[in-house]
């Protein structure tokens, strides 16, 4: 029983603290030895890729080849991993209070740490019950965030953390990641798109409404430069 209180005690400790997140992520540019103890203690060896996740167009877009959809990624992840565990509800947007997304659809976590999360964060699933958890977050207009996140193994207690691979579906209100452009560079450069992904602007067809700077990228990384769209990544 002791697990149990510990992560219930971090769940309580990081609802509270939440909204400070993007305060405590901007002392990490300013004092050195404060970055290192984050680093240390919630994204050392982290491995994270963000998957994109598609775009209504009002059309249907075929996929050809050797082309496919970016969730076929998640699930081709979760087709290959036995030990599934999926959490209650989303920490994130519950911390948050959002309005906005669902707050029942909750991470994947796979790998054989996963059995040690405890039943009252997470329950044991199917490869068809995850599939089916990715296709609620891809009808909710969430998107997936994978990798080694060390933050998992902190607050719920588990370890090893090269056992644990987190599969996030992330709004664009609440995403703990939100805080990434207020973190050192040393630690963002942990974050990453998913290779072999680029992003082009068709100037032809914008017409500078500028809703893209506003509501289509949590990570700032569209932004306004000499009257143009820029991406940078």
Known sequence: MRRPRFVDLSRFTLKYIFNWRFWIAEITKKSDTYKKVVDKMLF?????????????????????????????????????????VIMNSCLCRTSNKCQDYPRD???????????????????????????????RADAAGLSHIIGRNKIDTVWMNIRPGKGLLTICHCCPCCCLWKVYPNLDNSITDKLEKLDGVSLKFDESKCKMCKKCLKEKCMFNALSLKDDKISIDY
């Open 44 to 84: 050392e060896d982290d491995e994270i890729v963000v998957v994109p996740n598609t775009i209504n167009v009002n059309k249907k877009i075929e996929s050809e080849g050797s082309e496919f959809l970016p969730t076929e990624v998640i699930k081709e992840v979760i087709k290959r991993n036995k030990d599934i």
């Open 105 to 135: 659809i909750g991470c994947i976590f796979l790998g054989p740490t996963s059995k040690k999360i405890p039943e009252h964060i997470g329950k044991k699933a199917t490869v068809e019950e995850a599939l089916a958890q990715v296709d």
